[in-house]
Nanobody, 125 residues
Framework: QVQLVQSGGGLVQAGGSLRLSCAAS????????MSWFRQAPGTEREFVAN????????NYADSVKGRFTISRDNYKNTVYLQMNSLKPEDTAVYYC??????????????????WGQGTQVTVSS
């Protein structure tokens, strides 16, 4: 019943941009901190960014700070990840997720109740 449906992945050249979307249903979206994670082959799933319920508090991994922007539209029940100045090392499957916390820190996986299905982002050199 709870679904986080992602879209917006694809193939892009280094230096380009993509915007990921994650549309939620079955939850009171405006009550949740939302997060983005990514996982490259052979690596652990790593935190990318999160945003608190109002959009007033955000956190970013150092590797994406200054290049990625997380945002949300509570009227559309959607969280976004705008990715600019993409690098080949950004290549991964990206996942959106809920976070039971208040957005004071990065999201640990034990605070996640629901995951999106994942979407591939590939950045070519």
């Amino acid at each position: 019943q709870v679904q986080l449906v992602q879209s917006g992945g694809g193939l892009v050249q280094a230096g380009g941009s993509l915007r990921l979307s994650c549309a939620a249903s079955g939850i009171t979206f405006g009550s949740w901190t939302m997060s983005w994670f990514r996982q490259a082959p052979g690596t652990e799933r790593e935190f990318v960014a999160n945003i608190n319920w109002s959009g007033g508090r955000t956190n970013y991994a150092d590797s994406v700070k200054g290049r990625f922007t997380i945002s949300r539209d509570n009227y559309k029940n959607t969280v976004y990840l705008q990715m600019n100045s993409l690098k080949p090392e950004d290549t991964a499957v990206y996942y959106c997720a809920t976070d039971r916390g208040a957005g004071l820190d990065s999201t640990p996986t034990d605070r996640i109740d629901y995951w999106g299905q994942g979407t591939q982002v590939t950045v070519s050199s």
